[in-house]
């Protein structure tokens, strides 16, 4: 960037806090806001301004990130008399890296247009450990001058960046990329669960997992540790994963097409949703699995 970005950090959940830490040990100057003030107390100790309001944030600020949960959560930082668009923010740039529906990501490029602030709809691939380690891959949509502008501030919590497009094709490529990861965890779980029935052994599953050229997935060694040891702190939470399925099945339903699988799943996390386990990581439906889907 010709002028040296002053970026402003906003949601700092089990994602956003490590990625905006990554963009702070880059040496950027960061500021930060977050709903709940006291996950900004890590960033006030390193020196960072933690701003009142999104908009005082803008105002002080040439480069937003956002990453929150959900579209109502995006309103509530882009719109109405506290949000980043009231500080005047034309000229800069907003990156949106929450999972939001397709159909809302291009009503806020249109926002952003209107608003002469330039969009970029950079959702990411990973989770948790990613995020720790730098080594998320960025889906970056919008204009390709302003993604290639943004690219080293991309680069400072990500190993790659994927361009694909004008916006929204971002947010569509994540949908596209969750709902594998929805699927290997159902796949995963359930073939756990079979091997308990059939009395082996699961660890097999992850030995023969380990052996193999073509199975050999980084994501399921990742979830071995869940699923041995029944144990589900969120690395990515069930919610999130149970937002993102409903817009895929959404998404496809509006343009004619069914998603029976990902269908399926869904209504398998709703069902641990419903008993409570949406903080938990989405390797929780073993447990659904067990408990709710078992056999009279």
């Not at 490029?109 to 002469?116: E, I």
């Not at 390709?144 to 400072?156: C, G, R």
């Not at 916006?167 to 990329?177: F, N």
Request: with cysteine.
């Amino acid at each position: 960037m010709s002028i040296p970005p002053r970026i402003g950090f906003i949601g700092l959940g089990i994602m956003g806090r490590a990625m905006a830490d990554n963009l702070l040990k880059a040496g950027f100057n960061l500021s930060v806001y977050n709903r709940d003030r006291l996950k900004t107390t890590f960033f006030a100790d390193q020196g960072c301004t933690v701003a009142p309001t999104p908009k005082t944030l803008a105002a002080g600020c040439n480069v937003i990130f956002t990453m929150v949960a959900d579209p109502a959560a995006m309103d509530a930082v882009v719109e109405g008399p506290e949000g980043v668009f009231a500080a005047g923010f034309d000229g800069n740039i907003l990156i949106n890296m929450s999972t939001v529906s397709v159909d809302y990501t291009r009503k806020l490029r249109d926002r952003c247009f209107l608003k002469r602030v330039k969009f970029v709809d950079c959702p990411v691939s990973g989770s948790k450990p990613l995020a720790e380690s730098g080594k998320l891959i960025m889906l970056a949509g919008g204009e390709e001058k302003t993604v290639e502008e943004v690219k080293p501030l991309l680069l400072a919590m990500g190993k790659a960046v994927v361009y694909s497009g004008p916006a929204p094709s971002g947010t569509a490529l994540k949908l596209c990329m969750n709902l594998i990861v929805a699927g290997l965890t159902s796949a995963l779980a359930e073939s756990a669960l079979l091997a308990e029935r059939l009395e082996i052994d699961p660890k097999l599953i992850f030995s023969v997992l380990g052996e193999s050229p073509a199975l050999n997935c980084a994501y399921f060694k990742m979830k071995e540790r869940n699923i041995l040891e029944k144990d589900f702190p969120p690395a990515f939470a069930l919610k999130h994963m149970l937002k993102d399925a409903r817009f895929m099945i959404s998404e496809a339903a509006a343009r004619g097409q069914r998603l029976p699988v990902t269908e399926a799943i869904e209504e398998l996390m709703t069902k641990a949703g419903r008993a409570g386990e949406g903080e938990k990581d989405l390797t929780v439906i073993l447990k659904t699995l067990a408990e709710d889907y078992r056999m009279s």
